[in-house]
């Protein structure tokens, strides 16, 4: 088979997900799983990876696949990043994926880092399985990619709650490295709304100088949800410019609760938070409709951008209404 057909069937075991898992019947299921397992033995690398991949998507649907997964991880021979992609896979299948715990549990000594940071993601959503796991992980606390330290850490919050694990966490997200901010807002944001003891570093993260941990922390706030308002409308109008913006970002996935805070925000002595809080409010749509009256004030800003995303975001909110009617944008409109 040359280049060419093989980028044909990567392009296919990508595409194939999505159109098996909606409104396919299980024939057609069970089929592609079949040449996805097939595929596990492909000469070409991109195939193989993209078929454990691909097979990972499926998650539980993919279960007649754990025992030729782990015959790939088990393969020392193996391409690193084909055996990391058939952790991945195992973890996403589910409890079927439990006869590999033990593989996956030697696979946390490999030197590759892709493996070494796959096998805690695989262990993590194995839950109650990977218990004996858990000293292995430990050690993995210590390790020196970043990734890998914050994908053993979330491995351990989600198998037992462990302390060491929120401290790991805490202290990564308080490096001025930024590579450990970042990755630790990434492997936080697989807990969900279970993170909610992270909200107060996540918070201070929102200020990091970083601005790809700052990001981070942004979107991980929105993950966990309501359990981060609060501490978000106290960011939004406290410390330093780049946290008030990031917190404003936050707010305008967090829903209405947060309005207050941002109308509050376009007040702001930086027009970059006032501006971000304007889009924020914008995204928040009929939700922020409350926010209209000053929303029609934000668009006299002395700042243009300012001006031109509170405009933007009256369109997508709506307009208030008042006992007689719609509030009327007119008398407010930029020079």
């Given at each position: 088979?040359?280049?060419?057909?093989?980028?044909?069937?990567?392009?296919?075991?990508?595409?194939?997900?999505?159109?098996?898992?909606?409104?396919?019947?299980?024939?057609?299921?069970?089929?592609t799983?079949?040449?996805?397992?097939?595929?596990l033995?492909?000469?070409?690398?991109?195939?193989r990876?993209?078929?454990?991949?691909?097979?990972?998507?499926?998650?539980?649907?993919?279960?007649?696949?754990?025992?030729?997964?782990?015959?790939?991880?088990d393969?020392?021979?193996?391409?690193?990043?084909?055996?990391?992609?058939?952790?991945?896979?195992?973890?996403?299948?589910?409890?079927a994926?439990?006869?590999?715990v033990g593989?996956l549990?030697?696979?946390?000594?490999?030197?590759?880092?892709?493996?070494?940071?796959?096998?805690?993601?695989?262990?993590?959503?194995?839950?109650?399985?990977?218990?004996?796991?858990?000293?292995?992980?430990?050690?993995?606390?210590?390790d020196?990619?970043?990734?890998?330290?914050?994908?053993?850490?979330?491995?351990?919050?989600?198998?037992?709650?462990?302390?060491?694990?929120?401290?790991?966490?805490?202290?990564?997200?308080?490096?001025?490295?930024?590579?450990?901010?970042?990755?630790a807002?990434?492997?936080?944001?697989?807990?969900?709304?279970?993170?909610?003891?992270?909200?107060?570093?996540?918070?201070?993260?929102?200020?990091?100088?970083?601005?790809?941990?700052?990001?981070?922390?942004?979107?991980?706030?929105?993950?966990?949800?309501?359990?981060?308002?609060?501490?978000?409308?106290?960011?939004?109008?406290?410390?330093?410019?780049?946290?008030?913006?990031?917190?404003a970002?936050?707010?305008?996935?967090?829903?209405?609760?947060?309005?207050?805070?941002?109308?509050?925000?376009?007040?702001?002595?930086?027009?970059?938070?006032?501006?971000?809080?304007?889009?924020?409010?914008?995204?928040?749509?009929?939700?922020?409709?409350?926010?209209?009256?000053?929303?029609?004030?934000?668009?006299?800003?002395?700042?243009?951008?300012?001006?031109?995303?509170?405009?933007?975001?009256?369109?997508?909110?709506?307009?208030?209404?008042?006992?007689?009617?719609?509030?009327?944008?007119?008398?407010?409109r930029?020079?």
């Amino acid at each position: 088979m040359n280049g060419a057909q093989g980028l044909l069937i990567v392009g296919a075991l990508f595409c194939l997900p999505a159109a098996a898992s909606v409104g396919q019947p299980a024939e057609f299921r069970s089929k592609t799983v079949d040449q996805w397992i097939a595929a596990l033995d492909h000469e070409q690398i991109r195939v193989r990876w993209a078929a454990a991949h691909a097979l990972g998507q499926l998650g539980p649907a993919a279960a007649k696949a754990v025992e030729p997964l782990m015959n790939t991880l088990d393969n020392r021979g193996e391409d690193e990043y084909v055996r990391g992609s058939a952790c991945w896979a195992l973890g996403r299948i589910g409890p079927a994926a439990e006869p590999a715990v033990g593989l996956l549990i030697e696979t946390l000594q490999s030197k590759h880092t892709s493996v070494r940071r796959n096998a805690p993601i695989a262990l993590g959503n194995l839950g109650d399985a990977a218990r004996p796991a858990a000293a292995s992980l430990a050690e993995l606390l210590d390790d020196e990619d970043a990734r890998v330290r914050a994908a053993a850490a979330v491995a351990l919050w989600k198998i037992d709650s462990y302390a060491s694990a929120a401290a790991t966490l805490e202290k990564m997200l308080a490096a001025r490295d930024g590579d450990d901010a970042y990755h630790a807002t990434v492997a936080i944001r697989a807990l969900g709304a279970a993170a909610e003891p992270m909200v107060p570093a996540l918070v201070e993260a929102l200020g990091h100088p970083d601005p790809d941990a700052a990001r981070g922390a942004a979107k991980t706030l929105v993950r966990i949800g309501p359990a981060a308002v609060t501490a978000a409308c106290r960011a939004v109008t406290s410390g330093e410019p780049g946290m008030r913006r990031q917190a404003a970002h936050a707010l305008g996935s967090l829903g209405r609760a947060g309005v207050g805070s941002l109308v509050d925000a376009l007040k702001d002595e930086s027009p970059v938070v006032r501006r971000t809080a304007a889009r924020a409010l914008g995204r928040l749509g009929p939700d922020a409709v409350e926010a209209v009256p000053a929303l029609l004030e934000a668009v006299n800003d002395s700042h243009r951008e300012v001006r031109d995303e509170a405009a933007r975001a009256l369109a997508l909110v709506g307009p208030a209404r008042g006992p007689t009617g719609p509030t009327s944008p007119q008398s407010a409109r930029p020079d």
